[in-house]
């Protein structure tokens, strides 16, 4: 750790445990199944100056496109800065992309290593990207068995080898989504890229690709998984950036976007030019056969709005721990220790649920209730946990002062990540409503939830009345509008079980005193003086 320097700045958080230092975390991994020894290495590592310094360049230094080469031929490439490969290939190589699959489920394998991704996305949010969908792609592929052939050993592998290749000759792929078009992206049933087929097409078949996307991020990947229409519907096709033949196969960028922050990440606009495509699962049966995909990158997006808010508490309480200001250190100034306890409670809630939904989608291909808990509480996590990053990091930034506000520290990048979370992988309202989708399609997905936080009735008054009031507002058909308000209950509700079972008591009360019984305002820095903010507060700074 840096030292306070004589004129009273605080000196960055560096070279500290991200595991070992989360107050929570090691517990709730260790008690869905993780492997704590392997994520107790990878958090001093991540934890390291070098790889600050990596995640710092490769966000200074955004992606170019490059669309033809010297001789005017199109070439379609992206460069990225060395740094960013490197994070790439720290993450591949731990196994990021691959490891829920290299262990029988139950194993903690999917724990383990969902907790690697909160851990080096706490650093660097932008390359977490095209190992979320990689990981995310196989399970879409494997309904296409002759391309799982191809693919899958290649998925599994822990190569990073970012030259296009074609993936005979390659020893490592990365795969990428592309869904948005144009005239809609939340309604992906408005799109209007064509597939025709080559052969009689089907399953596995070969077909041309007219059309385009409007987000494509990620846009190095060996191939991507993208939607069009069929004759019989909307279907999903495989897309490899380089044919068996080593040809190029036609798929043109555009731009890349210009973005608000995740500028590691290069985001593409694409264009199809009869490109070779292979259709994955049934013709017209797109949308399902992509969805399983869907539903891990949201397990991702919800983890991502943990680590941000992780890492930001952990900046703000060590900044505050070092820095003086009216004749004492500012962490044992009441009303900052009040601001920090209240962000350090949220940020525990958030990690408790993001544990339990990892636990649920580690479980859930050997467990049909843990799927079906997974049903509703990876919307209400993925909603919930991707707002509450904004303000928490805004107001930990604030807890930073100045500095804060400055980009030699990680803030910046930590507020300009945090509003993407809740925008891509399906934005709030749609999250919401998928919600009440789920609840009357899959009323057995309402039961299971409730049931699970029905396990800790009679332990606090305000939380039975909680519970109660959720069960009566699932007793109707839930109104469009009344969505959001409904997922903000379940969310709450679902973080007091999990903190009255398993967190810090003094956590827990605060938690309880502020949220579930109290008048908690919309900003932070209000909880009850009763609490024990300087013990809370505490927890909040890296050791
Ligand atoms: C940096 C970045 C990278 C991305 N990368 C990819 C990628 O790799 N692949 C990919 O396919 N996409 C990608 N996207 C696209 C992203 O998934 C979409 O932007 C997102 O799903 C929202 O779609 P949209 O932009 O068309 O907004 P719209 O669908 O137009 O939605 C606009 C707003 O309307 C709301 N809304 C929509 N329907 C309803 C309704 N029925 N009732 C009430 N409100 C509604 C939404 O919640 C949203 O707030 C990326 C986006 C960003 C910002």
Known sequence: MSMSSSDNQPGPVDSYNLFTADPVLPTAVRREGGNTDLLTAFGAQVGSDEIREWARLANRNVPILHTHDRFGDRIDEVEYHPAYHSMLNLAVEAGIHCMRYEQPAGDGGYVTRNALMGLITQIEMGHGCPTSMTSAALTTL???????????????????????????????????????EKQGGSDVRANTSTAVACNGGGPGGEYRLEGHKWFTSAPMCDAFLILAYAPKGMSCFLVPRVLPDGIRNSL???????????????????????????MVGEEGRGIPTIIEMVHSTRLDVANWGVSLMRQAVAQAGWHVAHRDAFGATLIDKPLMQNVLADLEVEVEAATLMITRLSGAHERMEIDERERTFARLAT??????????????????MECVGGNGYVEDSIMPRLYREAPLNAIWEGAGNVIALDIGRAASRNPESVNVFLEELEQSRGKDAALDARLDALRSDFSQPIAEGDARRLVEKMAIAWAA?????????????????????????????????????????RRAVPV
């Open 252 to 278: 043109r960028f555009m731009r890349l976007k210009d973005k608000l922050g995740n500028r590691s990440n290069a985001s593409a606009e694409l264009e199809f030019d009869d490109t070779a495509a292979w």
């Open 379 to 396: 919307p209400v996590a993925k909603y919930w946990l991707t707002k509450q990053s904004t303000p928490v990091v805004r107001e930990a």
């Open 142 to 180: 494997r309904y296409q068995p002759e391309l799982a052939e191809i693919w899958e050993p290649l998925i599994l592998s822990r190569n990073y080898e970012h030259q296009l290749r074609a993936p005979q000759h390659k020893s490592g792929v990365l795969i990428g989504m592309g869904m948005t």
């Open 497 to 537: 079980t999990l903190l009255v079972e398993h967190g810090d008591p003094v956590v827990s009360d605060a938690y309880f005193m502020s949220r579930v019984a109290g008048d908690h305002g919309s900003l932070f820095g209000t909880l009850p003086n009763s609490c024990e903010l300087g013990v809370i507060s």
